[in-house]
């Protein structure tokens, strides 16, 4: 009976140790990965300040005055920027006026109608 209870005791010892490294482990690896975590978090954070620092400095207005005379300026407009009034979208008087639906030279329908929004709640 003495043998059997040792054994017993033994075993359980054995088994709560082995659990014990185990979890032991387990906690180191959770703890490294938060480490880890954390210095993540905080090259982030500085890597922000540093990105808002530059988007302050970049965003200067004396910069962007002078690089708005810079680039708008000296270059002329090419062909695709240009347009003509016809091409503009047309005012609708009334909700059922229609536009004379008009083409380019390859066929394609051209908007003509700038889309009607209505406000929630309204009634007509």
Known sequence: ??????????L???????TLFIIKHEVQERED??????RDILADQEAIQVLNAEWSYLNRPDRLEHLIREFSEHRV????????????PQW????????DV?????????PMIRPISIKAGAQR
């Open 33 to 38: 990965r938060l480490n880890t975590l954390h």
């Open 92 to 99: 609708l008087n009334e909700p059922g006026d229609q536009p």
């Open 77 to 88: 407009a090419n062909h695709l920027q240009l347009t003509s009034v016809e091409l503009l």
């Open 1 to 10: 009976m003495m043998r059997r209870s040792m054994t017993l005791w033994l």
């Open 12 to 18: 359980l010892a054995t088994c709560a140790g082995i």
């Open 102 to 110: 008009k083409t380019d030279s390859n066929g394609i329908i051209l």
